[in-house]
């Protein structure tokens, strides 16, 4: 849905003898509601979703958990980092889109604000990378790996060094 807007305002336009580019070109009408639509589907749906959905995964586990245990405040850090870091990665470029739309495009901060749009919008799409990296960093399996590895990577350094000290001597 969020790409409505891209297939009405883009055109084409003559980047020089050979070159063409695809340009969004919005009226001064267009450009507030296409920022609110993008707001609305590209970020507050999902962010919704995202909230509810971790939030019923949670209780779901809390529910299954006996007292005690610390499962429960695993899965709610799990949910917590999850559901923050899209808001994080993902209003910046929502506010940058706002700040845009209301600084004249003569403003003296008009090419700070287009650098600035890069790097949140590489933010926005870091998220995708940000999340499988969350579950498995924060999930207990990933830590319990962890452990069994450095403890298997210090023995084989263990007898590597054992087994050159008995060659030497």
């Given at each position: 849905?969020d790409?409505?807007?891209?297939?009405?305002?883009a055109?084409?336009i003559?980047a020089?003898?050979?070159?063409?580019e695809?340009?969004m070109k919005y009226t001064?009408?267009s450009?507030?509601?296409?920022?609110?639509?993008?707001?609305l589907?590209?970020?507050?749906?999902?962010?919704?979703?995202?909230l509810?959905?971790?939030?019923?995964?949670?209780?779901?586990?809390?529910r299954?958990m006996?007292?005690?245990?610390?499962?429960?405040n695993?899965?709610l850090?799990?949910?917590?980092s999850v559901?923050?870091?899209?808001?994080?990665c993902?209003?910046?470029?929502?506010?940058?889109?706002?700040?845009?739309?209301?600084?004249?495009r003569?403003s003296?901060?008009?090419?700070?604000?287009h650098?600035a749009?890069?790097?949140v919008l590489?933010?926005a799409?870091?998220?995708?990378c940000?999340n499988?990296l969350l579950?498995?960093?924060l999930g207990?399996s990933f830590?319990?790996?962890m452990?069994?590895?450095?403890r298997?990577?210090?023995?084989?350094?263990?007898q590597s060094?054992r087994?050159r000290i008995s060659?030497?001597?």
């Amino acid at each position: 849905m969020d790409v409505i807007p891209q297939f009405v305002y883009a055109k084409q336009i003559e980047a020089g003898d050979e070159k063409r580019e695809c340009r969004m070109k919005y009226t001064v009408d267009s450009a507030w509601p296409v920022s609110a639509f993008r707001f609305l589907i590209g970020f507050t749906i999902p962010f919704l979703v995202i909230l509810v959905c971790h939030l019923v995964v949670f209780s779901m586990t809390q529910r299954r958990m006996t007292r005690g245990r610390t499962g429960s405040n695993k899965t709610l850090r799990v949910v917590i980092s999850v559901v923050l870091s899209f808001f994080l990665c993902w209003i910046p470029l929502h506010i940058v889109d706002f700040l845009i739309l209301t600084t004249p495009r003569v403003s003296s901060a008009s090419p700070k604000l287009h650098l600035a749009h890069v790097i949140v919008l590489f933010l926005a799409y870091f998220n995708s990378c940000l999340n499988p990296l969350l579950y498995v960093c924060l999930g207990q399996s990933f830590k319990d790996s962890m452990n069994r590895s450095l403890r298997n990577i210090l023995h084989f350094i263990e007898q590597s060094f054992r087994k050159r000290i008995s060659n030497f001597c």
